[in-house]
């Protein structure tokens, strides 16, 4: 029995379908960053944040997904430098930090302006799933911190005892 072999036609027609489908995955992706990072909609900061004025630089100390450079630069619009920092008095616990005796978070610092800061605070969820705080690391300087609010910390706790 001679090998059969799909007509050329029916072979281009699934080729289509397939860079149709891997386009239109493609656009998905990129609309989900969009929607995540960029665009007006997903996020409304609560009103009592406090003010952050223009023409400043903030330090932030990050110890998750922000310690990578391609996150950075798609929340942000560029990577920066990240420098290695530690925080004394906290462990990671999953998203989060919580205070520990003898303990200490291994992360970076970045330094942003206002602008990247509101970045962040956009890409955190500031006020609805993260709180921004100062804290003081081994070195000596005092710097922002994103932890997870108490109400998201006792559901995620609770989701990952499930």
Do not use: C
Not at 25 to 41: C, D, K, Q, R, V
Not at 70 to 77: A, E, I, T
Not at 109 to 114: D, E, L, N, Q
């Amino acid at each position: 029995m001679p090998d059969q072999q799909i007509p050329v036609r029916p072979r281009r027609r699934i080729l289509q379908r397939t860079l149709a489908a891997i386009t239109a995955l493609f656009a998905l992706g990129i609309g989900y960053l969009w929607l995540t990072f960029a665009s007006p909609y997903g996020y409304n900061p609560p009103e009592d944040l406090p003010i952050i004025e223009d023409g400043t630089t903030h330090s932030v100390f990050v110890y998750g997904t922000l310690t990578h450079p391609w996150v950075r630069w798609l929340v942000m619009g560029r990577a920066g430098e990240g420098e290695p920092a530690w925080l004394p008095g906290f462990r990671r616990e999953h998203l989060d930090i919580r205070p520990a005796d003898g303990a200490v978070t291994e992360g970076e610092i970045i330094r942003v302006s206002a602008g990247e800061l509101r970045s962040l605070d956009r890409y955190e969820r500031l006020g609805v799933r993260y709180e921004r705080v100062k804290l003081e690391l081994r070195e000596g300087e005092t710097v922002w911190v994103y932890r997870l609010m108490d109400p998201v910390l006792q559901e995620i706790s609770e989701e990952l005892q499930d």
